[in-house]
């Protein structure tokens, strides 16, 4: 490329353009380039030392491509630099020094390279920044003392690396800190009592180490966390009572630790809290009744401690409990007959203690479920590219020793529904998958059976690359399961609630996503023969890979359209998110897709369901207005237009007569070839509504 042509060029934003080959040194005749984007390429090679030059940058990402070797220390010379990014290659030796002169970056993001070596001392005269993430990478070393000079820091992430030796007692000087995230080290000592000045913090996460002693009480001052996970260390002592006073808590996890005393009654006053995992531990004493108040609580692990007494009747007020496990303890006396009405229950188990009555739930005996060696690359069913997978029970002459998920036990567990759990597994070979698993109970319902079936079916003939990959399945008397790819960041839903997960969906990040999922069901309404309606499009069934990359799941109650019939069914979907036009035809179209789609995609702008602002008395409203907070609002024109074009088709989905609504095709095909929307953010929602079928009439122009 000639870049003698492009000497005053202020912005290069190329990502996600499948580009190739390397950065030419020639690059550096750009003198006044203030935004380099080249992310999500096939770019390789190495960082030319003449980036060094560009001095007016002010913004660099090379993320997501496959650059090598070191990062050249003349980036050190960009005195400008408010953000690099260079995550997601294959960057290796230590991290320079020489950036730790970049006294005005505010975001330096390395995480998932091959750095090594430590994170140099030097890193304290970056006083601006506030963001720093080094995760997934060999780095090893003791973290630095001098971090703690690093007063504006919102959010520290050192994840997965080999860092060594105490967390330094000057972590406590980090006041704006929001986001403390130390997992998988070889972290030793104690947590320093100083981390209780971190009042602002809202995920603290130092699982995975070797820390010892016992859990300060200080922690109990960190009234805004919402995320505490200090599992798999060596902690001891008991669970402060000032824990208490954390009421934002939505996951407790302290789970393998050696932890004793009694659980204190003020457990009861976390009411916000969802999952309480403390299994593993040497926890004595009864189960308080106060955990009765806990009335999100979802998930409760107790099991293998020394609690005794009985089981508390209170926890009939948890009415979300989907799992609990009191197993290997010393409880006894009679199950409360109260358990048995809790609606959501599906995983019980009380083995191993003194318990008399009716469990919960009828559950079978456990068993081994393991597969051959070529189980999923060998054992081929009637469809040239599903594989079948297998399950043996108890008979360990036909596989080897090897069970993903250890009998699905509840670790393994990313989720949970109406239908059963989904469970994190690891095959042989190494590959990531995700088992859905149908639940005992609702395998012998036939509605159930049929649905898991119906998604078998139709997974073996849809193939597109925004549809989730089914990989295997077992249709098995006792255990019923698929094989699916596994999706490293989860759910929308919970990426959209979540404020650290929020904050990483950028504004194009969510403009992809919503791209993707348009695109995927064009494929299924226009591409596939006969058409298939997947009935049940809302957050919680697009799945987002570690790319934040999004593919449509769940299948179960998608309906081949037949041309030569009414198509009439009874009412499927999630609430929130079905057409209206369903609650008095019953009639299934394409079109009750597209609504559910416009529903995704302004829930995926604004973080949140859009619930009444749909309704007339919300036509006032500006875009900008209902634009996620937790994003700083865009500024970069190219996103603007994104987000605008976005929106108009949104409220074209939206329109309540199904007749009025575009087709899936037409709004692929305008995320492949946009019209520019004049008028930008300021465009109210009446002005959105107002456009409505006139999408596709060029250039758009709001009057104002």
Same mark, same amino acid.
């Given at each position: ?12 934003h ?8 390397s950065?030419p040194?020639? &690059? ?7 935004y380099?984007?080249? =992310? ?5 090679g190495?960082?030319p ?17 496959n650059?090598?070797?070191?990062i ?11 953000t690099?990014?260079? =995550? ?6 230590p991290?320079?020094?020489a950036?730790?002169h ?13 750095l ?36 504006k ?17 000057e972590? !406590? ?9 130390? &997992?998988?080290?070889i ?8 981390? !209780?000045?971190l009042s602002? %913090? ?16 200080q ?5 805004n966390l ?6 798999s260390?060596?902690l001891?002592?008991s669970i ?14 302290l ?5 004793? !005393? ?15 995992? %403390?299994?593993?531990?040497k ?6 009744i106060?955990l ?22 209170s926890?009939?007020n ?5 799992y609990?496990d009191? =197993?290997y ?8 007959s ?6 959501s ?25 393991s597969?051959?060696?070529d189980?999923?690359?060998? @054992?081929r ?15 360990k002459?036909?596989?080897?020793d090897?069970?993903?998920?250890e ?7 990313? *989720?949970? *529904?109406g239908?059963?759990s989904?469970y994190?597994? @690891?095959?042989p ?15 012998e319902?036939p ?13 073996? @003939? ?27 960041k ?5 990426? %959209?609630?979540?404020d650290?997960g929020?904050?990483?969906l950028?504004?194009?990040k969510?403009?992809?996503? &919503?791209?993707?999922?348009?695109h995927? %069901? ?6 596939c ?6 009935r049940?499009? =809302?957050?919680?069934?697009v799945?987002?890979?570690?790319? +934040? ?27 929130g998110?079905?057409?209206p ?8 179209t394409e079109k ?6 416009g ?7 604004m973080?949140?369901?859009?619930g009444?602002?749909?309704? /007339?008395s ?16 865009p ?6 237009q994104n ?15 199904p ?11 305008? +995320?492949? /070839?946009?019209?520019?929307?004049? !008028? ?15 999408t596709?009439?060029?250039?758009i122009?709001?009057?104002?």
């Amino acid at each position: 490329m000639n870049f003698s042509c492009f000497s005053n060029l202020v912005r290069l934003h190329l990502p996600n353009h499948e580009l190739n080959g390397s950065i030419p040194p020639q &690059i550096s005749i750009l003198p006044q380039l203030r935004y380099l984007n080249l =992310s999500s390429n096939n770019l390789a090679g190495e960082l030319p030392s003449s980036l060094g030059n560009l001095s007016r940058l002010v913004e660099l990402d090379f993320s997501s491509n496959n650059f090598i070797n070191s990062i050249p220390p003349e980036l050190s010379n960009l005195k400008n630099l408010v953000t690099l990014t260079l =995550s997601d290659n294959s960057f290796s030796g230590p991290i320079p020094s020489a950036l730790c002169h970049l006294e005005n970056l505010r975001h330096l993001f390395m995480d998932h390279n091959s750095l090594e070596g430590a994170l140099p001392r030097e890193i304290g005269n970056m006083r601006n920044l506030e963001s720093l993430d080094v995760s997934y990478n060999t780095l090893n070393g003791p973290i630095p003392r001098t971090l703690g000079r690093l007063a504006k820091l919102r959010s520290l992430i050192l994840s997965r690396n080999a860092i060594n030796g105490f967390i330094p007692l000057e972590i !406590g000087n980090l006041t704006n800190l929001k986001d403390l995230q130390l &997992i998988s080290n070889i972290l030793v000592g104690s947590i320093p009592s100083t981390i !209780g000045f971190l009042s602002d %913090l809202t995920n603290l996460d130092l699982s995975y180490n070797v820390i010892n002693g016992s859990i300060p009480s200080q922690i109990g001052n960190l009234t805004n966390l919402e995320h505490l996970d200090l599992s798999s260390n060596i902690l001891a002592g008991s669970i402060p009572s000032t824990f208490g006073f954390l009421s934002n808590l939505i996951l407790l996890h302290l789970f393998d630790n050696q932890i004793n !005393g009694s659980i204190s009654l003020e457990i009861g006053n976390l009411t916000n809290l969802c999952r309480l995992f %403390l299994k593993g531990n040497k926890i004595s004493g009864s189960i308080p009744i106060s955990l009765g108040d806990l009335r999100n609580l979802a998930f409760l692990d107790l099991s293998n401690n020394q609690i005794n007494g009985s089981i508390a009747s209170s926890l009939k007020n948890c009415k979300y409990l989907t799992y609990l496990d009191l =197993s290997y303890n010393n409880l006894s006396g009679q199950i409360p007959s109260q358990l048995h009405n809790l609606p959501s229950l599906s995983y019980v188990n009380f083995r191993y203690n003194n318990l008399s009555g009716f469990v919960p739930l009828q559950l079978p005996q456990p068993f081994d479920v393991s597969f051959t060696c070529d189980s999923l690359h060998g @054992q081929r069913t009637n469809s040239p590219e599903i594989f079948q997978a297998t399950v043996f029970e108890g008979n360990k002459d036909l596989h080897p020793d090897f069970s993903p998920t250890e009998n699905f036990d509840l670790r393994y567990c990313i *989720g949970s *529904g109406g239908y059963g759990s989904v469970y994190r597994a @690891q095959l042989p070979s190494g590959k990531l998958v995700a088992l859905k698993k149908l639940h005992h109970r609702e395998a012998e319902e036939p509605a159930f059976d049929k649905s898991l079936k119906n998604e078998v079916e139709l997974l073996t @003939q849809i193939r597109h690359r925004s549809i989730v990959k089914l990989y295997g399945f077992c249709l098995h008397q006792r255990c019923m399961f698929l094989v699916y790819e596994y999706m490293e960041k989860g759910s929308l839903f919970c990426a %959209l609630r979540n404020d650290v997960g929020a904050v990483e969906l950028k504004w194009m990040k969510r403009a992809h996503i &919503i791209k993707d999922i348009a695109h995927a %069901l064009s494929y299924l309404h226009h591409d596939c023969n006969p058409p298939i309606v997947h009935r049940d499009i =809302s957050s919680s069934n697009v799945l987002l890979n570690s790319e +934040f990359k999004s593919f449509v799941a769940d299948f179960g109650v998608a309906r081949l359209l037949d041309p030569d019939s009414s198509n009439h069914t009874v009412l499927a979907g999630t609430y929130g998110y079905i057409a209206p036009e369903l609650a008095y035809t019953m009639a299934v179209t394409e079109k009750c897709d597209v609504y559910s789609f416009g529903v995704v995609a302004l829930e995926t702008l604004m973080g949140r369901h859009p619930g009444d602002i749909l309704s /007339s008395s919300a036509q006032a409203i500006t875009l900008k207005e209902v634009l996620d907070p937790r994003l700083p609002p865009p500024t970069n024109e190219i996103v603007i237009q994104n987000i605008c074009t976005i929106a108009s088709l949104i409220f074209s989905c939206l329109h309540s007569n199904p007749k009025y609504r575009p087709s899936m095709k037409f709004v692929s095909q305008e +995320f492949l /070839s946009p019209k520019r929307l004049l !008028g930008g953010l300021e465009i109210s929602f009446l002005e959105l509504r107002n456009l409505g079928m006139h999408t596709n009439v060029g250039e758009i122009t709001v009057p104002r």
